[in-house]
């Protein structure tokens, strides 16, 4: 079945660091993917996602490009800021399949 | 819009003890999920309703945990008899259906068995 597989954190950054966080997934067909994010207290949101090949989700100054080449969806963010700290889901289905998700990267940011 | 509510928040329970949770999806939407987060882990899918029609529970532990969603809106969730194991944060989500659609989650209902 579909699968994702995310970089290990927890991982600390200092404010305005270059931010990577690395996701390869495993899927039969044409699967979309998706970023989510969950903030301390708070439920799952969805932070972007990308339908295609070569597509480029983006939000709140984060990007992710679907590369299927690599079978790779890289979040990343040039400047991060002190609120960006959460955990972040990498996250995929194809057709009616339920979406797997990875294991998360916590992700602090310190000032 | 209001969101997905769950309730409750918290629950601790002893082993061997029942549970519930409860599940309000958003208004129209047809597809209800539940699934447990085990803590330093990413969500697993129990069991996905299609209005008021199982479509897969195929990783449900169908011999402690049981689900219905009658009339196809709210959903329930009951374990019994919970284990330690059942320690987790068990969330609900409804999207409106289809291929490749958004998934919007609840806060979870935070499960601790002792």
Redesign the interface.
Known sequence: GDSVTQMEGPVTLSEEAFLTINCTYTATGYP?L?W?VQYP??????LL?A?KADDKGSNKGFEATYRKETTSFHLEKGSVQVSDSAVY?C?T?S??T???????TRLSVIA | EAGVAQSPRYKIIEKRQSVAFWCNPISGHATLYWYQQILGQGPKLLIQFQNNGVVDDSQLPKDRFSAERLKGVDSTLKIQPAKLEDSAVYLCASSLGGARVELFFGEGSRLTVL
């Open positions: 979309s998706f989510y207290g708070e439920g799952l949101q969805l996602k339908t889901f996250a289905n057709g009616n339920p979406l797997v998700f990875g294991k998360g």
